[in-house]
């Protein structure tokens, strides 16, 4: 389940600012062809342990944002679903 703080990330526009509980665990330069780097940063959240991914990129603020991974810990894993079974 998501936190409250995490809720409001998900209705922010942009690269709004973390929250206080959202601890930095990683950080990955990306350089397209004949561009500055775009910088993707990776936060987990302290409180709800949902993962997210912060991208910057110089040129084009506007499409800088938030993307929320919820447990998956990559864009390119499935998310986890648990079922239950009877």
Request: charged fraction near 20%; glycine fraction near 6%; proline fraction near 9%.
């Amino acid at each position: 389940m998501i936190c409250a703080s995490c809720r409001k990330l998900l209705a922010a526009e942009g690269a709004a600012p973390p929250h206080r509980t959202l601890v930095r665990i990683g950080r990955t330069k990306l350089r397209p062809v004949l561009r500055k780097p775009v910088s993707v940063v990776r936060y987990r959240c302290g409180e709800c342990a949902s993962n997210w991914l912060l991208d910057v990129d110089p040129l084009n603020t506007n499409e800088s944002g938030w993307t929320w991974l919820g447990r998956a810990t990559s864009v390119l894993e499935p998310p986890v679903v648990q079922t239950r079974q009877p």
